[in-house]
């Protein structure tokens, strides 16, 4: 301000001047009484995407390498604020994630939320999972965290709330041996769309490499509010999707919804999440992006992702001999015969989950036999013979198998008899692939 006073004013008026609008500045505020905290919070939201705000362009930290200042706990069973256990912690300039105090983790989620919501953003994290798993943490979340975002703030959670309602960056490390990708998405109570089919999967897997070890990873996330947000590796996009927003099938985002006044999300808290396998978090920084649509992109400009997405999973000449020609693959020789693990089959043509374990029984007939499919994902036909009837993937129209009804195998009486070609079985704790649809096949019915 000072420097734009005209050069001719004597010095005194100058100083003069300085005094009364340092004075003025000083007092303003405190004559305003303080806005309520949800106004701040979107004032803020406002003031951080504006163009040219102070942070624009340049890499900001959120950890300051020493202590938790600007970041709440939310554990649960727990109220938003105490740090149970000392779950996050701050030793040798790192943001550690332990759990020496737990006796068992018991799904005792927490995650660590920063102070300030956010809308246009780039988010870069080094993490890194260290040690071994919690007594007690689920099978799942071996080596598993995340960085939640566009999330509801902690005092809105119930005390007994598991995850946020949120949409989550999870970061999974390898187990040494299987392929396993990071920068997923999860969706706690949210929806995303991706090449503008509303995805509802709980998980989508990135098409990153997998980091096994104790080895340092840096995730990046550029966030444009309610238009894309896109996952980044080694500067390369993983995955991509847009419109994330309330799920209303889930009640407490339905009630965050209502009191939004609409389902799109276009901002709100950063959280890193404690999910029972210790990690660290070395950098957490934020890069503030102008709320402006000619930057924004969108999911569909990303012409080899569409491309990849548009063709179904390629198929072998046995699979394509079952699933497009029809085929039957030999008795008891498919490899999902006796698969009895909890998990779920996917179709292996177009990825669509189909199947769960709970619902698959011997029926010592030589295939993969279900006595319930997935809501929705098969089709039924009657056969050319006018008396079998055939079961299809409703998302791809692949050949399946038959379903038979009235032989008291189980309570529901019925035997979905599927050829194992037909399908990919994806343990329990595995992101599902993300299902492929091919506009002008899919929903034929
Ligand atoms: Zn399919």
Known sequence: MVRR?????????IALATIVLFSRLQTAPATEPPAPETDRNAQRLVAETRPGSSAEGRWVPLFNGKDLSGWTPKIRYHAAGENFANTFRVEDGLLKVRYDGYDQFDETFGHLFYETPYSH?????????VGEQCEGGPGWALRNSGVMIHGERPEQMSKDQDFPVSIEVQLLGGDGNRNRTTSNLCTPGTNVVMDGELIRTHCISSSSKT???EQWVTAEIEVRGNQVIRHLLDGENVLEYNKPQYDPRDAHAKELAQQAGGLMLSGGTISLQSESHPCDFRKVEIM?????????????DDKQQRERRNS?????PEEAFVIIRKGTERPGTGELLHVKDPGTFVCRRCNAALYH?????ESHCGWPSFDDEIDGAVRRQTDADGRRVEILCKNCD????HVFEGERFTEKNTRHCVNSLSMKFIPEGETLP????????????
């Open 211 to 213: 980091y096994h070890g």
């Open 312 to 316: 179904y999973n390629t198929l072998t």
């Open 398 to 401: 692949g050949h399946l198998g």
């Open 121 to 129: 953003y780039r988010l870069r994290v080094e993490y890194r999972f």
């Open 288 to 300: 503030v992006l102008e709320d402006d649509p000619k930057h924004a992109g969108k999911a569909m």
């Open 434 to 445: 993300p299902m492929i649809v091919v506009q002008d096949t899919a929903n034929k019915d």
């Open 357 to 361: 374990s709970e619902d698959k029984f």
């Open 5 to 13: 006073v005209p050069v001719v004013l004597p010095l005194g008026l």
